[in-house]
């Protein structure tokens, strides 16, 4: 199960997130989200474990538990359905530049 974890403090290792959930049993993977022009971190990770019950136990007992000194938020990470992810294709076919469009008709200074 793929396990979301948020409102990290900006501190924590990777190392230290995987050491909380071994506690609850087998950790395929972890992964803080960093910056990538600063490379610091963003607050928030993810956390790949193989049993499901087990990934179950964790989420169930470490939402809202205290990590140096933060709340943090684990549960369930969904995948985005395809329609919800931002796209920044430039060539998406509509029109109307980035100019505001002021030519609203009417008069064009005595032309």
């Not at 990770?45 to 136990?57: L, S």
């Not at 007992?61 to 995948?79: D, Y």
Request: net charge negative; proline share 4%.
């Amino acid at each position: 199960m793929n396990i979301f974890v948020g409102s990290l403090p900006f501190s924590i290792e990777e190392a230290d997130l995987r050491e909380s959930f071994e506690a609850y049993g087998a950790v395929d993977s972890v992964k803080i989200i960093s910056d990538k022009f600063t490379g610091r971190s963003k607050g928030f990770g993810f956390v790949e474990m193989p049993n499901d019950d087990e990934a179950q136990k964790a989420i169930d007992e470490l939402n809202g538990a205290t990590v140096q000194g933060r709340a943090i938020v684990v549960n369930k990470s969904e995948p985005k359905p395809e329609g919800e992810r931002r796209s920044f294709d430039n060539n998406r076919g509509d029109s109307r530049g980035g100019y505001g469009g002021n030519n609203r008709g009417g008069s064009r200074g005595g032309y």
